[in-house]
C-alpha cells in the first residue's frame, strides 16, 4: 500500500467528483448525498466546507471560471454555482426534467465542450447517457443505455474519451471529434466482479488511464493500449473518483464512501468516507474550465 495523506476522516457519506484549481492552489469535491462542497487549501492545508441548498444526489464538478465559480451536476440539471457567495441558478438541463435521471459526473475537453453523463435515478434501468454540451448550450446525446455512467476523461491530446459504464464493469473509448455526428465507441477495458465497479477517471500525462474502484478498495492504472499496470490499494472500500493537482501535478486526491459500508466492512476498510492525497510516480496535467 502506497503511502498517503488523510484530508478529511470518514467525513463524507459519499465523497465525489475532486478538482484541482490552480489559482487558490485548492482541491474541491462534493458529498454526493450530504450536500456539502468541500476546499482544501494545500498551502494552508485548511479544510472548508459549506452546506449546498440543491436537490441531491449531487454529481459533477468543474470550475466554470478562473475564481470561484463552478458548475455542479445535481438531481434536475445543472448548476452554476459561486463559491463565495454560495448561491446558484441552472445553467442547462439536457434531459429536460426526466424525473428519473441524475446527473453525474462533468468534464471539459480541449474544445472548451462540457462533457456529461446521466444515471437511472435508482440504479435500475438503463436510461443513462453520455452528453455533449457545446459552447453555444446546444446539446447532443452521444451515447445512452447505461444504467450508471461515470467519467468522462480526456487524453492530454483531446482525441480519446473514457467512459465507465459502472454497472457493467466497463470503460469504454471514443474518438473525440469537432463533429459529433462521427464520435464511435469502442470497448476498452473490462474488468472482473472481484475488481469491483469502475467509478471516477483521470488520465495522467503519459496517457494512462487512473481508475476509482467502487467496491474494490483500491484504484488502479491502465495504458492507452488497454494494459493494467498497477493497483494501488486504500483502506477505503468504496473509492469514488480521483485527480492530478499541486504542484506541477505531482500529487492524486482521491474521494471515498462510507454509503453502503456494513460494520463488518468498516473493519476492514476503516479509512472509508475519507479523502486521500497520494504521490504516485505519475504526474497529470491542468484540465480545461469552462470560461478562459
Request: charged content about 25%.
Amino acid at each position: 500500500m502506497l503511502d498517503y495523506k488523510i484530508i478529511e476522516k470518514n467525513r463524507c457519506q459519499l465523497g465525489e467528483a475532486p478538482i484541482w484549481h490552480r489559482n487558490n492552489k485548492s482541491f474541491y469535491w462534493l458529498d454526493y448525498i450530504d450536500n456539502n462542497f468541500f476546499k482544501y487549501n494545500t498551502v494552508s492545508e485548511e479544510v472548508e466546507s459549506i452546506k449546498l441548498s440543491l436537490e441531491t444526489p449531487l454529481g459533477g464538478l468543474v470550475q466554470f471560471d478562473q475564481f470561484n465559480k463552478f458548475l455542479i451536476g445535481a438531481v434536475n440539471g445543472i448548476f452554476l454555482f459561486d463559491f463565495d457567495k454560495n448561491n446558484s441558478k441552472l445553467f442547462l438541463d439536457p434531459e429536460e426534467g426526466n424525473k428519473n435521471i441524475i446527473y453525474n459526473d462533468l468534464k471539459i475537453d480541449n474544445s472548451k465542450r462540457l462533457w456529461v453523463g446521466t444515471s437511472h435515478k435508482d440504479e435500475k434501468l438503463p436510461e443513462g447517457s453520455l452528453w455533449c454540451i457545446n459552447r453555444d448550450l446546444s446539446y447532443k446525446r452521444i451515447d445512452t443505455n447505461f444504467i450508471v455512467s461515470n467519467g468522462p476523461a480526456f487524453s492530454k491530446d483531446g482525441k480519446n474519451i473514457y467512459f465507465s459504464d459502472s454497472f457493467n464493469r466497463t470503460i469504454y473509448k471514443y474518438n473525440n471529434s469537432k463533429n459529433l455526428d462521427l464520435i464511435k465507441s469502442e470497448k476498452f477495458y473490462e474488468f472482473k466482479q472481484e475488481d469491483g465497479f469502475p467509478d471516477g477517471l483521470t488520465v495522467d500525462d503519459n496517457g494512462n488511464i487512473w481508475v476509482a474502484h467502487w467496491n474494490g478498495g483500491k484504484i488502479s492504472q491502465i495504458s492507452s493500449s488497454g494494459k493494467l499496470l498497477k493497483e494501488i490499494k486504500l483502506p477505503s472500500m468504496n473509492i469514488t473518483s480521483l485527480c492530478f493537482g499541486g504542484d506541477n501535478f505531482k500529487e492524486l486526491f482521491i474521494t471515498s464512501a462510507k454509503e453502503e459500508v456494513s460494520e463488518s466492512d468498516f473493519k476492514k476498510f476503516p479509512e472509508s468516507g475519507s479523502s486521500f492525497l497520494i504521490s504516485p510516480d505519475s504526474i497529470g496535467y491542468e484540465s480545461e474550465i469552462w470560461e478562459s
